[in-house]
């Protein structure tokens, strides 16, 4: 009995040193994105919390309109949908060209539901440009997409969960345009090697850290032309997923 409870005190002690470590380690290095306390600034480069903390911004409309507000991006808010089943969301917004979002989504009339807008944001800054700078020495202009908001169970079955397209939480991207004129898209370049499919892994793995679930060619052959990014509510899929 005793050596259990020596035990559990030691396994303890060590996650309460741990914790002190890793604090101390992030105020040092002033990376306030490494703690889980601190408020999410998107303008701020992705720490060890963030994909934790934007996908808290599911519970929280208001507060997810102030960061993206706070960051710069601009936007309008849609009105509330609600439809058969779990279909529906009230908490979309459309991206307005001009503010700190460089790139344009095509088709524009896109809506999203706010942390996946926050998410799109923080890919675009801290994963898409970098990529394309360091695979084509470029910008990327326009991210081409297949929609967010669709009501339908998974893979359009007529039963069982629910897609986090039927709240606006998903958003299936299908290419990209860069400054220099170049075209990536996921169903032409993502087999083969080349700087293409070298930048469309980039995107993926990077979305990873940002988005509860990113899914690829790598996964299906349901998702051979283009990647699926969704910021599921915590808990309700039942897993997080990077394929
Ligand atoms: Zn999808």
Known sequence: MRTIRRAILAVLLFAMLLLVFFAIYAMVRNRPQDLPWTRLDLGQPIGAFTGRKLAGLTDNFAECRAL????????????????????????????????????????????????????????????????????????????????????????????GDWSEHATADAIDVAGFRLSDGTHVSVLGDWQGGGEKAAFLRDVRTGGCSLFSTVLSPDYNAAHRDHLHLDQAERGEMGWRACR
């Open 68 to 159: 993206l507000q706070a960051a710069g991006v601009r936007y309008t808010i849609l009105p509330t949908v609600k439809s058969a089943g779990k279909c529906g969301y009230a908490d979309g917004l459309r991206f307005v060209p001009g503010g700190a979002q460089r790139v344009e989504f095509t088709p524009a009339r896109l809506g999203v539901s706010c942390p996946v807008a926050a998410a799109l944001s923080m890919w675009e800054w801290n994963v898409l440009q970098p990529a394309a700078q360091k695979h084509f020495g470029a910008r990327v202009e326009r991210v081409e997409h297949l929609g967010s908001y669709s009501c339908r169970r998974l893979y359009g079955r007529s039963a």
